[in-house]
């Protein structure tokens, strides 16, 4: 089924010079709204319910294909803190800091609930939250998810991890493979670049290549194992969850993935024939299986609402 952009577009304020247009898909809205710790670039498009894309690590929301997503919806796709066209500032990039300017913008926007969609980092993000302030979390979908015992593999990831004990010799040798430093991350030497989806190496190498990024990294990847601390007892997840989980992802390998299941009994695992890009590499069937998903989610809180059963996330 062929998705098709809402019509119509609306304006509101929000607060004094914050303007926030909601628009079609042909028209994506750009705006960079400012923050505690600066300003957050991000794309809003469509009408209906609100649902946040958040994306992965070294990567930006111009990874989201939004005219491929079922229609409907209003979808906000920020750029994460240092990432595409937020702003970099010189602080330490914990999940704390992620988790809070989500919150933020989340306000500024009046966003109460929301579906979200995580890629990545994006997912374990959208996890933090879930586990955190669940009411604002109606649902959630996972596309190749880092999750507490999901991290990168390969041998250049592993590298990495023993530089994050030292951080000045990290930044140096980021700073010096700059580019370079994309496509060795995104999988083993030898691995084909035809396996990696047109666009992803290029905004990859644009965040490698600025040389405040390079600190963005570092310090992202000193806090990475407190990513593991940061999704505690994952199993008492109450929001449904969606797994899309590309059977050749060499960036967050599936293997964990029937571990989740047991551990998320009111998630649905779907593996999909494709790598870690599961929305750019399949994008009509990331869209039905969204669009299955959310129906369900639908049909589930009318039934509690007919019944007087709190959703998943009421106080």
Known sequence: MQAEGPGGESARRLGPGLLVE?????????????LGFGRVGCVEAGSGEATVLLHDFAEDSSLWPLSSL??????????????????KPRVEYAPELYLGALRELLDALEIAQADF???????????????????????????????PA??????????LFELSRRPRILLGLVRLLRGALARLELGPP???RGSVPSGVLACRERHYRDREFARVF?????????????????????????LLWGERDLVY??????????????????????????????PDRVRAELEGFWEEVRLDSARRA???LRGPGSS
């Not at 302030?133 to 596309?143: D, Q, T």
């Not at 999901?150 to 590298?159: H, I, K, L, N, S």
């Not at 990513?227 to 199993?235: G, L, N, Y």
């Open 22 to 34: 909601t628009m079609n898909f042909d028209r994506p809205n750009r705006r960079s709204v400012p």
């Open 70 to 87: 079922p229609a409907g919806r209003r979808y906000l796709a920020p750029d994460l803190p240092g990432h595409g066209a937020s702003e």
């Open 117 to 147: 969609v995580g890629h990545g980092l994006g997912a374990a993000l959208a996890l933090g939250l879930a586990r955190r302030e669940p009411g604002r979390v109606r649902s959630l979908a996972f596309l190749g998810p880092m999750t």
């Open 150 to 159: 999901a991290f990168p593999g390969g041998r250049v990831t592993e590298v």
């Open 190 to 192: 030898g691995m084909p």
């Open 218 to 242: 570092v310090s992202t990847v000193v806090h990475w194992t407190r990513w593991v601390a940061f999704q505690p007892d994952v199993e008492e997840l109450a929001q449904p969850l969606l």
């Open 253 to 282: 390998p599936p293997r964990q993935a029937p571990l989740l299941r047991i551990l998320l009994p009111q998630s649905r695992l779907v593996l999909l024939p494709c790598g870690h890009w599961p929305h750019l590499e399949l």
């Open 306 to 308: 007919g019944s007087g």
